[in-house]
């Protein structure tokens, strides 16, 4: 009995224990805590959705604007789309106090929606307190100047936005202005697209200080612009000294040779710039050899666009020559799409691509031909007097052997007969171009006197033509001597005063003795010496268009750390005093061409490395007595005479 009992009790103490299959095992607790946080992330979206939302409505109710159903479904992605849907400032206004507080959408695009300047004040207001925007498109929306210095505000205190596209806005030279300042100072926008705009020769110089100051951008879109002539040609110097650019559009423009020629020379010292974009350039034969002398040296680049400009089938055979001769180019990608080749191109094409296998050339088709020149006309005259000067003869000599009776006269047959069994290299045209001019009137006789006119003549005509090549290549000289002083100049704008200078021939130092190198990047140097500048220095308003905000929703601001700052950035409301001018500033290392000439911006008689001369310092005045001077003091003083006469007496 007592054992029955112990059984029946271990068989209850077994029944209520639990078993291995009715534990929760790890993974199915962790199950339900994922699936536990997983159902809190939906509350909480549903959540800012609806809020946002609420909010969003009765803000146009605020304004009196029609609601875009389109932003309402597109609250749950970080994409919000509203291109096209006319929006105007109000409802830009609207959808600005809908997303102070919003930390969910990263990339807002609202092109072609006609928010004018009134808009991109409402949007520049947003964007001083909604710090997760990154990508803005306002492409198209008629901002003109007014909208241009609005965004170019926020441009250094936003510390998000890496993407803006403010493409066919009407901005013009002086907007420029705006950006170049606002991006000296920010070092976070990694793209920028100004396309479609009517920027010139003063809006290539702004720009041109863009990228000699800014050290972020990657990627900048300048096509379909006005830039040509000197505004290109000081864009390029900033293309020089610029450390950052990767890919780099400029189609569309107009460069033209000058600016090719400059382009050449910004690429002997870049090596950052990856893709180069230069369609429709107004760029010939001539101004592709001036690029390539850039190419030779260059070892970064890989995408050269050259479609649409005048080229021909000469042009391609200089390019694929320079690819070929240089071993250390990177250059994998060519487009020459509207031009014709021949079948000499096609074997230069495959012997260089034996050596380059990762080249691709874009051509427009096999069918080009090289246009040849008509022989040039050698004036018979002159090949007769290049004879005699061979054989140290005269032109008496030569007219005397054949005028046997010694008149001076000879006919026309004996003189043809005469000329042609001789061994001067005349053909037969030519020959009757020579009795054509000897003898006009048609009377059959050749006489010595015509012969020496026809001679004189002949040397008048040879020198007009030296006159006219010298004059032309002296031209072409002093132009391209002009375009790089421009250049040169533009370079020494850009360039802080008392830099070492690297060239190929090696670097110069300073005249006023020995600088040590510093690696400080050129846009730090800016931000050291030019932050205290008015010049370079963007000037905040202190008129805002505050947002009303509606609801208990507080906007979200960051801590003013010195961590959520940006390193580059400088404190643009310090008010401290400016620096001694006697403080040494590191300053960026820039290479240059030692063998271009000084720009007119130059303040020394030295190169580059020279520094700049003290403001408060002057030469002392030193005062020369000329002879004038000293014959004016000499009459004053006889005209005078002596005070006492008895004394002029003795």
Request: positive net charge.
């Amino acid at each position: 009995m007592a054992s029955n009992e112990f059984s029946e009790q271990t068989r209850m103490f077994e029944s209520l224990c639990l078993k291995d299959d009715d534990c929760f095992s790890i993974n199915q607790l962790e199950g339900v805590e994922n699936e536990f946080g997983t159902n809190l992330k939906t509350v909480e979206k549903a959540e800012r959705i609806k809020r946002t939302s609420e909010l969003y409505l009765k803000a146009c109710k605020l304004v009196g604007v029609v609601p875009v159903s389109c932003f309402i479904k597109n609250l749950d992605s970080t994409t919000l789309t509203l291109n096209h849907y006319g929006l105007g400032p109000l409802g830009c206004k609207a959808l600005a106090i809908a997303l102070v507080s919003d930390m969910h959408i990263s990339k807002l695009e609202l092109a072609d929606n006609h928010i004018e300047a009134e808009g991109a004040k409402y949007l520049v207001e947003m964007l001083r307190s909604n710090f997760t925007v990154q990508h803005l498109d306002l492409s198209n929306n008629h901002l003109k100047s007014a909208g241009a210095e609005c965004v170019a505000k926020v441009l250094p205190v936003n510390i998000s936005l890496k993407y803006l596209k403010v493409s066919g806005n009407g901005f013009i030279d002086d907007d420029a202005k705006y950006f170049a300042d606002a991006l000296s100072t920010n070092s976070r926008i990694k793209e920028i697209d100004l396309s479609h705009n009517e920027f010139c020769g003063k809006g290539g110089e702004h720009l041109g200080l863009l990228l000699a100051n800014n050290e972020s951008v990657e990627l900048l879109d300048l096509g379909w612009n006005h830039i040509r002539m000197k505004g290109a040609v000081a864009f390029c110097a900033g293309l020089k000294v610029n450390m950052m650019l990767k890919h780099l559009d400029l189609s569309w423009n107009g460069f033209g040779n000058e600016g090719a020629l400059a382009i050449g020379e910004a690429l002997k010292f870049n090596n950052t710039l990856v893709h180069l974009n230069l369609n429709n350039n107004r760029i010939t034969n001539e101004g592709l050899g001036m690029l390539c002398r850039g190419l030779e040296f260059n070892d970064t680049l890989r995408v050269l666009l050259l479609a649409y400009n005048s080229l021909t089938v000469e042009g391609a055979l200089v390019l694929i020559n320079v690819v070929k001769n240089t071993t250390k180019t990177a250059l994998e990608e060519i487009n020459i799409s509207n031009v014709l080749v021949n079948e000499n191109f096609m074997h230069l094409l495959e012997e260089t691509c034996r050596e380059h296998p990762d080249l691709d050339v874009h051509y427009g088709g096999i069918g080009g031909f090289i246009a040849k020149k008509p022989p040039k006309r050698v004036d018979p005259m002159k090949v007769i007097q290049d004879y005699l000067d061979q054989r140290k003869l005269r032109l008496w000599d030569f007219f005397r052997n054949i005028d046997k009776d010694g008149t001076m006269r000879v006919q026309v047959a004996e003189f043809r007969k005469a000329v042609q069994q001789s061994t001067i290299p005349l053909d037969r045209h030519q020959i009757e171009e020579l009795i054509y001019r000897l003898d006009r009137d048609q009377t059959g006789m050749v006489d010595y006197r015509g012969l020496a006119d026809t001679r004189k003549q002949m040397m008048r005509d040879h020198r007009r033509q030296l006159r006219k090549v010298e004059s032309r290549q002296k031209k072409e000289k002093q132009k391209s001597d002009r375009i790089l002083k421009t250049f040169q100049s533009a370079v020494e704008a850009v360039t802080p005063h008392g830099s070492i200078v690297i060239s190929p021939g090696g670097a110069k130092e300073d005249s006023s003795g020995p600088q040590h190198f510093s690696a400080t990047p050129l846009s730090s140097w800016h931000h050291i010496v030019m932050s205290h500048s008015s010049r370079y220095s963007v000037s905040m308003s202190n008129e805002h268009v505050h947002l009303p905000m509606l609801g208990r929703t507080t906007p979200y601001r960051p801590t003013s750390s010195p961590a959520m700052r940006s390193y580059s950035q400088p404190n643009l409301l310090d008010a401290s005093p400016r620096s001694s001018q006697g403080k040494s500033v590191s300053a960026h290392c820039v290479r240059s061409n030692p063998d271009m000439g000084r720009g007119k911006f130059s303040l020394t008689a030295n190169q580059l490395t020279r520094s700049r001369p003290a403001l408060h310092d002057k030469p002392p005045e030193v005062k020369v007595k000329t002879k004038k001077m000293k014959k004016k003091k000499a009459v004053q003083h006889l005209g005078k005479g002596p005070e006492n006469p008895k004394q002029a007496v003795k």
